[in-house]
């Protein structure tokens, strides 16, 4: 069946991206540096853009297009729309840090399109070998990301270290889709699915397969004990790309978790459920246990986001809709979480000093009240203190697991959770309590300082009123 622009209509977001991103990058090629400006501001009006185009071709129904390689469905929408506006965010935060280090290049926002780009193509993805294109597109992209300052002795040790260990999980996910294709024959995931469900299925086979899989996932949402890139990585990267690598890819291993457990090794359940148990709470208990040790918030907040992988795959593991709903809704709190906390990083640097110790937090209050009650709304969401968003995500997390008989699993993410909020609250108490060892007045553009308000108050908004987003998610996994 010959190809035509209006067959193509469901992968019209990622044209949108792909289109802006190379036309982006040849004409930054002719800017100097005082019209980077520009370079910026296209690159925003791509990701709105991408956001109209996504809302554009959204329906109820599912559309399949490129023999079964890409799907548009309501899961797909929901979770690109987000996914842009997290992107949208982590560009605004990071121009007022790129311009006071000499680093506002437009290698920055090429490199980000690019990546938001494979995000797409995997929440998109209808086959094994189109989630793994798109996933390789985003973590070429991040490994030149986390490189970005090359001044920097930090940045390319941590690039280093996060390619080696993503080159070696890349590979045992190619490892495991090669051994789910030798059983089955097929690489789209509604063929692999019903090929399970069929007695001849090698079993002994795709188990093994399963379990390479189930790395790859993992090392892609920093699970234990595959998370050794983690901390490194947050605290070696500037603090805008340490923003991009722990908010929006959370939006894509989910979708990832989703397009290969459920969509397409949905009748293994029985066996990828067992594996994501033990990973939840390994990961909520190393994450929480040692984020109390950290000084280095950066670090902190990467162990705090092992925590919270933790609770996307109580979600999943529940194998029911309602718990789906729920990962989907914390996985997109996360993001929004997270963007909102290193925002008030970057907030807090300025020229030579990066604001990366919980230290340097102390007496933000009395420099700006209204950005500490932003982070405060920031860190009690974080910590599931009510009336935030963040705890009717782990509210909706253990509903679904106590709603399948797992009482006592969801006690134990209850526990951890009791200890995570210590050292949250430690870092409101520096905040609040401590007198400021800084009085320099906040430096950011200005549309910096509006979105980090507009992202703290969305915490707040969605914690009142969390049937809003709730009823999207419901509705995109049903």
Not at 4 to 29: K, Q, T, W
Not at 350 to 360: K, Q, S, V, W, Y
């Amino acid at each position: 069946m010959p190809l035509d622009l209006h067959s193509l209509m469901p992968a019209l977001p990622e044209m949108v991206l792909l289109a802006a991103a190379s036309a982006i990058l040849v004409l930054d090629l002719f800017l100097e540096d005082r019209q980077r400006v520009v370079t910026y501001v296209l690159s925003l009006v791509a990701l709105v853009a991408a956001i109209a185009a996504a809302l554009m071709v959204r329906g109820d129904g599912t559309q399949i297009i490129l023999a079964g390689s890409f799907i548009r469905d309501p899961l797909a929408d929901a979770l690109k729309v987000a996914m842009y506006v997290i992107g949208l965010l982590a560009f605004v935060y990071a121009r007022g840090y790129l311009e006071s280090r000499a680093l506002f290049k437009g290698e920055y926002y090429v490199l980000g399109l690019f990546a938001i780009l494979g995000m797409s193509v995997m929440i998109s993805a209808g086959s094994f070998l189109t989630a793994y294109l798109g996933l390789e597109l985003l973590a070429l992209s991040l490994y030149a990301l986390v490189a970005f300052d090359r001044d920097s002795g930090s940045g390319p040790e941590a690039a280093m270290k996060y390619f080696v260990l993503g080159a070696l999980a890349s590979g045992l996910l190619l490892y495991g889709i090669s051994m789910v294709y030798g059983a089955t024959g097929a690489l789209d995931f509604a063929t692999v699915n019903r090929m399970l469900r069929s007695v001849d299925a090698e079993r002994t086979v795709l188990v093994f397969g399963l379990v390479f899989v189930v790395i790859g996932i993992a090392f892609k949402f920093g699970a234990v004990p595959f998370h050794m890139w983690v901390p490194d990585v947050y605290q070696g990267a500037p603090t805008p790309v340490t923003l991009f690598v722990g908010s929006a890819p959370k939006i894509a291993a989910f979708a990832l978790a989703m397009r290969m457990l459920v969509d397409g090794l949905g009748p293994l359940q029985a066996d990828w459920q067992g594996m994501l148990l033990i990973l939840a709470v390994l990961s909520m208990a190393l994450g929480n246990v040692v984020a109390i040790a950290q000084t280095n918030i950066k670090r902190m907040l990467a162990y705090s986001t092992i925590a919270h992988v933790g609770f996307i795959f109580l979600g999943l593991l529940s194998g029911t809709t309602d718990g789906r709903a729920a990962a989907m809704f914390y996985a997109i709190v996360y993001a929004l979480m997270a963007a909102g906390g290193f925002g008030v990083l970057i907030l807090l640097s300025r020229h030579g000093f990066d604001a990366e110790n919980i230290d340097d937090l102390r007496g933000l209050n009395k420099r700006s009240s209204w950005y500490a009650a932003m982070m405060m709304l920031i860190l009690f969401s974080m910590a599931g203190v009510p009336p935030t968003a963040g705890f009717f995500a782990k509210l909706f997390v253990l509903k679904a697991v106590i709603d399948v008989d797992m009482v006592l699993l969801a006690g134990v993410a209850v526990f951890f959770s009791i200890i995570g909020a210590f050292y949250y609250l430690r870092v409101i108490k520096v905040m609040y309590f401590d007198e400021p060892v800084e009085t320099a007045p906040l430096q950011a553009p200005g549309e910096a300082k509006w979105v980090l308000s507009l992202n703290g108050l969305s915490i707040l908004y969605l914690g009142i009123f969390p049937a809003s987003l709730l009823s999207a998610c419901l509705a995109a996994v049903a």
